[in-house]
């Protein structure tokens, strides 16, 4: 039975928009920014508890992939954005990122938070995510600057899930701010569950995790999502597609991934935003 749809968000102030990102297709892109020789980067060990990176204010969004360059991201891309009809949940919301080695997938590189902000889910060994984590920024606290050039798309009613994907009633969201929008980030199949607590603070830079193949995930590599929604999100949980997953873990990944509550952006559109 098909769940009602949530309320309508409200309308918030329209951000500034330029014109759309070039269209990716399935395919593996053909040419690729400059590769880092993945030969000289040694991993370094992952500490107990997330590091801090200094007080100063970092440039954002701060490295993703600990000794990689962001404007080097795009070449570590296997499986490109590529979001699917609304209400739908397939092929692909985000960017699964691989360091390959004579075309090996390699676990163990540490996973940076790009922004600084809160957990707003834990993640721990579900399917599909695997280990994952998502972080909370609101936009207000972001520098005006990264946001410029950004298309964020604006406040839109909510969608019916299409009949196909199972999405029980959706979870009280009395807590969340429909009139104040956040960016999260969600940093999935790590190789280990976080140490981190919910709403536990996070500094740009910080190590999340490692890169691992967790959860729906036949290769090591990071499955990476940032989405626009409303403010003080939180999730207990979230899983699909397994015989395990509770009703509240299914209506909270539809919640996140179809019903249009948390629109998704392309990953690479966000770090291209700032020159290198």
């Known amino acids: 039975m098909a769940s009602p749809a949530l309320p309508s968000l409200q309308p918030s102030a329209q951000p500034p928009s ?12 053909q040419t690729k920014d400059p590769t880092p020789n993945l030969l000289s980067i040694q991993a370094p060990t992952l500490p107990a508890s997330p590091e801090s990176i200094p007080a100063e204010a970092p440039t954002l969004p701060c490295s993703l992939l600990q000794g990689i360059e962001n404007n080097q991201l795009s070449g570590l891309v296997n499986n490109p954005f590529h979001p699917p009809p609304p ?13 390959e080695r004579n075309d090996i ?10 922004f600084s902000g809160q957990v707003a889910a834990i993640i721990q060994d579900r399917f599909p995510y695997g280990n994952a984590l998502i972080i909370e920024t609101r936009l207000a606290e972001l520098p005006s600057s990264l946001i410029q050039g950004q298309i964020l798309p604006t406040s839109a009613p909510t969608i019916e899930p299409h009949p196909a994907l199972t999405c029980p009633q959706a979870p009280g969201d009395a807590l969340w701010d429909f009139h104040q929008r956040s960016i999260y980030v969600l940093y999935a199949h790590m190789q280990n569950p976080s140490p981190l607590s919910l709403d536990e603070a996070v500094r740009c830079g910080a190590v999340l995790g490692q890169i691992g193949q967790s959860g729906n995930a036949l290769n090591p590599h990071l499955h990476l999502e940032t989405r626009i929604g409303p403010s003080g999100a939180r999730f207990s949980s979230m899983a699909h597609y397994t015989s395990s997953a509770s009703p509240e873990e299914m209506s909270n990944y539809c919640t996140w991934r179809v019903r249009g509550v948390f629109q998704a952006i392309d990953p690479l559109v966000l770090f291209s935003s700032v020159s290198p």
């Open 18 to 29: 330029l014109s759309p990102s070039p269209a990716i297709t399935d395919s593996k892109p």
């Open 105 to 114: 997938a390699l676990a163990g590189h540490p996973i940076q938070a790009i």
């Open 87 to 99: 209400g739908r949940d397939d092929p692909h919301y985000g960017i699964d990122l691989a360091i």
